[in-house]
Protein backbone atom coordinates (compact mmCIF):
# COMPACT_ATOMS: atom_id res chain seq x y z
CA UNK A 1 0.00 0.00 0.00
CA UNK A 2 1.10 3.43 -1.01
CA UNK A 3 1.21 6.59 1.97
CA UNK A 4 -2.08 7.46 0.56
CA UNK A 5 -4.17 4.59 0.38
CA UNK A 6 -2.69 4.19 4.42
CA UNK A 7 -4.19 7.81 4.43
CA UNK A 8 -7.32 6.76 3.33
CA UNK A 9 -7.67 3.48 5.60
CA UNK A 10 -6.46 5.23 8.39
CA UNK A 11 -9.27 8.34 8.13
CA UNK A 12 -11.63 5.71 7.71
CA UNK A 13 -11.04 3.82 10.83
CA UNK A 14 -11.02 7.12 12.63
CA UNK A 15 -14.18 8.17 11.46
CA UNK A 16 -15.53 4.13 12.18
CA UNK A 17 -14.49 4.25 15.60
CA UNK A 18 -16.89 7.83 16.59
CA UNK A 19 -19.90 5.82 15.10
CA UNK A 20 -23.00 5.15 17.88
CA UNK A 21 -24.97 2.10 18.02
CA UNK A 22 -28.45 3.50 17.28
CA UNK A 23 -31.50 1.14 18.07
CA UNK A 24 -34.77 1.41 16.21
CA UNK A 25 -36.85 4.27 15.62
CA UNK A 26 -39.21 4.55 18.44
CA UNK A 27 -42.32 6.94 18.97
CA UNK A 28 -44.25 7.30 16.02
CA UNK A 29 -41.44 5.99 13.10
CA UNK A 30 -41.60 7.87 10.16
CA UNK A 31 -42.43 11.39 11.73
CA UNK A 32 -41.05 14.30 13.87
CA UNK A 33 -43.10 12.43 17.16
CA UNK A 34 -40.03 9.79 17.11
CA UNK A 35 -36.85 8.69 18.75
CA UNK A 36 -33.89 6.41 18.35
CA UNK A 37 -31.94 5.43 22.06
CA UNK A 38 -27.94 5.75 21.23
CA UNK A 39 -25.09 3.52 22.98
CA UNK A 40 -21.63 3.32 22.17
CA UNK A 41 -20.77 1.45 19.67
CA UNK A 42 -17.14 0.17 21.32
CA UNK A 43 -16.98 -2.41 24.32
CA UNK A 44 -17.28 -1.39 27.74
CA UNK A 45 -14.34 -3.28 29.34
CA UNK A 46 -14.88 -3.56 33.28
CA UNK A 47 -12.88 -6.04 35.84
CA UNK A 48 -14.57 -8.61 38.43
CA UNK A 49 -16.27 -6.08 41.32
CA UNK A 50 -15.78 -2.80 38.92
CA UNK A 51 -18.53 -0.09 38.01
CA UNK A 52 -18.59 1.72 35.01
CA UNK A 53 -20.74 3.72 33.45
CA UNK A 54 -22.25 3.74 30.08
CA UNK A 55 -23.58 6.64 28.44
CA UNK A 56 -26.82 6.13 26.42
CA UNK A 57 -29.04 8.95 24.44
CA UNK A 58 -32.49 9.59 22.86
CA UNK A 59 -32.01 11.14 19.56
CA UNK A 60 -35.60 12.87 20.14
CA UNK A 61 -37.67 14.36 17.08
CA UNK A 62 -38.91 17.82 17.51
CA UNK A 63 -42.43 17.19 18.22
CA UNK A 64 -41.29 14.03 20.72
CA UNK A 65 -42.39 15.08 24.01
CA UNK A 66 -43.09 11.46 25.75
CA UNK A 67 -41.78 10.49 29.22
CA UNK A 68 -39.80 7.08 28.20
CA UNK A 69 -39.11 4.19 30.47
CA UNK A 70 -35.60 3.00 30.64
CA UNK A 71 -35.04 -1.06 31.06
CA UNK A 72 -32.45 -3.38 30.96
CA UNK A 73 -31.71 -7.25 30.89
CA UNK A 74 -28.24 -8.58 31.30
CA UNK A 75 -26.47 -11.37 32.06
CA UNK A 76 -26.48 -13.69 35.45
CA UNK A 77 -23.27 -11.80 37.12
CA UNK A 78 -23.97 -7.87 35.85
CA UNK A 79 -25.77 -5.42 38.01
CA UNK A 80 -27.35 -2.59 35.54
CA UNK A 81 -28.09 1.07 37.74
CA UNK A 82 -29.92 4.05 35.83
CA UNK A 83 -30.67 6.13 38.89
CA UNK A 84 -33.78 7.05 37.27
CA UNK A 85 -35.35 4.61 35.24
CA UNK A 86 -37.82 7.60 33.75
CA UNK A 87 -37.08 10.07 31.05
CA UNK A 88 -39.12 13.22 31.41
CA UNK A 89 -39.60 15.29 28.09
CA UNK A 90 -37.70 18.26 29.87
CA UNK A 91 -35.10 16.21 30.81
CA UNK A 92 -31.77 15.78 28.83
CA UNK A 93 -30.96 13.38 26.27
CA UNK A 94 -28.04 12.22 27.73
CA UNK A 95 -28.51 9.46 30.09
CA UNK A 96 -26.10 7.29 32.24
CA UNK A 97 -26.17 3.58 32.89
CA UNK A 98 -24.06 2.28 36.02
CA UNK A 99 -22.59 -1.51 34.86
CA UNK A 100 -20.93 -3.29 37.48
CA UNK A 101 -19.25 -6.73 37.29
CA UNK A 102 -20.13 -9.08 40.45
CA UNK A 103 -16.92 -11.29 41.66
CA UNK A 104 -18.47 -14.18 40.39
CA UNK A 105 -19.60 -12.54 36.41
CA UNK A 106 -18.39 -14.69 33.99
CA UNK A 107 -15.50 -13.61 31.95
CA UNK A 108 -16.29 -12.62 28.20
CA UNK A 109 -17.85 -10.39 26.10
CA UNK A 110 -21.72 -10.09 27.46
CA UNK A 111 -24.24 -8.25 25.68
CA UNK A 112 -27.26 -6.04 27.52
CA UNK A 113 -30.26 -5.46 25.99
CA UNK A 114 -32.03 -1.96 26.55
CA UNK A 115 -34.88 -0.82 26.26
CA UNK A 116 -36.72 2.66 26.21
CA UNK A 117 -40.88 2.53 25.74
CA UNK A 118 -42.26 5.96 26.16
CA UNK A 119 -45.99 6.66 27.29
CA UNK A 120 -47.58 5.96 23.63
CA UNK A 121 -45.71 4.65 20.53
CA UNK A 122 -43.05 2.30 19.52
CA UNK A 123 -40.10 1.47 21.89
CA UNK A 124 -36.23 1.69 20.74
CA UNK A 125 -33.51 -0.96 21.75
CA UNK A 126 -30.36 -1.47 21.63
CA UNK A 127 -27.30 -4.13 23.16
CA UNK A 128 -24.61 -2.59 24.54
CA UNK A 129 -21.62 -5.07 24.89
CA UNK A 130 -19.43 -5.10 27.97
CA UNK A 131 -16.42 -7.30 28.59
CA UNK A 132 -15.87 -8.89 31.89
CA UNK A 133 -12.21 -9.14 32.81
CA UNK A 134 -10.47 -11.43 35.60
CA UNK A 135 -10.05 -9.04 38.89
CA UNK A 136 -5.80 -9.47 39.56
Known amino acids: MGPKALLIVGVFVAGAA ?51 KL ?15 TIAPSDAADVSMTVEAEKDAALGEHKIHVTATPDTGAPSAIDVTVKVEEKK
Open 71 to 85: DAVAPKGLKVDFGSK
Open 18 to 68: GCSNTGSTGGTPGTKDSFTLKGPNLTTTLKQTERQVVKLSLDRGSDFKHTV
